[in-house]
């Protein structure tokens, strides 16, 4: 079950490139710069993220 985020983060979508093709991840964070280096860090590393090799840009999501 994926952990709640802080009270303080929001939720960003990050446009990435997975084997070749644009996608978007979705990630907690406390601002559109903490989102993107969650991901420059996750990008390869972690389960899941294996095929992620570019980061482009974070914004965040609408909750309307």
Do not use: C
Request: proline letters at 5%; aromatic letters at 10%.
């Amino acid at each position: 079950m994926p952990s709640q985020p802080d009270s303080d983060q929001k939720a960003y979508y990050v446009l990435v490139s997975e084997w070749g093709t644009k996608t978007l991840v979705a990630v907690h964070a406390t601002s559109i710069q903490s989102a993107e280096k969650i991901a420059r860090q996750n990008a390869g590393t972690k389960d899941g993220w294996e095929g992620i090799h570019k980061i482009y840009n974070a914004f965040p999501m609408d909750k309307g």
